[in-house]
């Protein structure tokens, strides 16, 4: 199953997140298909960027997103 999630990047103590789609069984900072956003939590409020069209496509093929993704796609209006 193709999952849209969270590849953490940075450094230590300093996190940055880019939001792609990956097949489920491949570990988290794996081989991945697509990205699709960014999302830095260090700033306040925290900065996500979504490319809209992409990732309306994989929801509408039947993508799952994580947790977290959701909840980040939910302040967007995409999910």
Same mark, same amino acid.
Not at 6 to 34: C, S
Not at 44 to 64: F, H, L, N
């Given at each position: 199953?193709?999952? *849209?999630?969270l590849?953490?990047?940075?450094?230590?103590?300093?996190?940055? +997140?880019?939001?792609? #789609? =990956?097949?489920?069984?491949? !570990?988290?900072?794996?081989k991945? #298909?697509? /990205? *699709?956003?960014?999302?830095?939590?260090?700033?306040?409020? =925290?900065? *996500?960027?979504?490319?809209?069209?992409? =990732?309306?496509?994989? #929801?509408?093929?039947? !993508?799952? !997103?994580?947790?977290?993704?959701? *909840?980040?796609? /939910?302040?967007?209006?995409? +999910?």
């Amino acid at each position: 199953m193709v999952r *849209i999630r969270l590849k953490r990047m940075g450094t230590n103590h300093k996190p940055f +997140y880019r939001i792609v #789609i =990956a097949d489920q069984r491949r !570990a988290r900072n794996g081989k991945f #298909i697509e /990205t *699709i956003g960014t999302y830095d939590p260090t700033y306040s409020p =925290a900065r *996500i960027e979504v490319d809209e069209d992409r =990732a309306k496509y994989w #929801i509408g093929v039947g !993508a799952q !997103a994580s947790d977290v993704v959701r *909840i980040l796609l /939910t302040k967007k209006g995409l +999910y």
